[in-house]
């Protein structure tokens, strides 16, 4: 049997997430090629293309050209508006969530995957932890849920915070419900089916607590947050129902080996196998809900 070319691939970011996790696992998977980087900071994209010994791309465009698919590291409208470039050049994608914050652009870019033949792979981490991943197939294949509750409480923006994503302008804009809200819903839509009802109300901060109703009949309630005190920060997802309780598994895996599962993923895809349940029409289905939910706060 004929071993597959490896995967030229190349990346559209430059920031703290993009220099951490993106950029490292793409170099060090075993059937990807790390070809190019395009970044909106020229000198940020030198100095990181230098560090893992790939060319600058002065625009996209030219990235495109180079490569067999592209990864995006970037803000969720810079994102959208690439990816659909992207994929109209034949590209393969895997993208960062939300794939969007607006429900037309989400849907256009599903358009551009499917007209165009590409496959498509959004990275929520906690769908490819090994343990995680395995938890939530399970619960799904269970199914007889009553209710679920998660806690996706981060502290980016807290009073004593020291993360590196505090100077990201597009989670101060958007707050928790963008930023924390895909993660959670990730889990919940799997395994409690699609949303009928959104309702959503304000907290402290920039924390939004959401209660949704499921077409499975079940109900789940959300609580996120990115202005949480440290101490009080964490993730938590419990389900309830006629199988008993069980509670998402903590995570083992860094995000690095996340991501690597997440190649995998596009890598079977692009090649004619079957796509990843976290497909751009999935990203598209939590743009939708958390989009109803914007609706709801600013009704």
Not at 30 to 44: C, Q, S, Y
Request: hydrophobic share 45%.
């Amino acid at each position: 049997m004929t071993t597959p070319p490896p995967l030229r691939i190349g990346l559209l970011g430059t920031g703290p997430w993009a220099r951490r996790v993106h950029a490292p696992a793409l170099a060090s998977h075993p059937d990807t090629v790390f070809t190019g980087v395009w970044g909106r900071r020229p000198a940020v994209a030198e100095e990181l293309a230098a560090r893992h010994g790939v060319r600058v791309h002065e625009r996209p465009e030219d990235l495109f050209e180079a490569v067999d698919a592209v990864a995006l590291a970037l803000p969720p409208a810079v994102q959208a508006d690439l990816a659909v470039r992207a994929a109209e050049a034949g590209c393969h994608l895997l993208l960062d969530k939300p794939v969007a914050t607006d429900v037309a652009q989400a849907r256009k870019l599903v358009e551009a995957t499917e007209e165009n033949g590409v496959a498509g792979v959004v990275f929520f981490t906690v769908r490819f932890g090994a343990g995680e991943g395995d938890w939530v197939t399970e619960q799904a294949a269970k199914g007889g849920w009553f209710t679920a509750h998660a806690d996706w409480l981060g502290s980016v923006f807290g009073v004593d915070s020291d993360s590196p994503y505090a100077e990201s302008a597009w989670r101060r804009e958007k707050g928790a419900l963008w930023d924390t809200g895909p993660h959670a819903l990730s889990v919940l839509l799997p395994v409690l089916g699609e949303v009928e009802r959104v309702t959503a109300v304000r907290g402290p901060g920039d924390t939004v607590l959401l209660s949704l109703g499921h077409r499975s009949g079940a109900a789940s309630s959300l609580t996120l947050s990115l202005t949480a005190p440290q101490a009080g920060s964490g993730v938590g997802v419990t389900l309830r129902g006629a199988a008993g309780v069980t509670s998402l598994p903590v995570r083992q895996d860094p995000p690095e080996t996340a991501y690597h599962r997440a190649l995998d993923a596009l890598l079977t895809a692009a090649r004619g196998g079957p796509p990843h349940p976290c497909d751009v029409r999935f990203g598209a289905q939590v743009t939708e809900v958390l989009a109803r939910a914007q609706a709801a706060l600013e009704g």
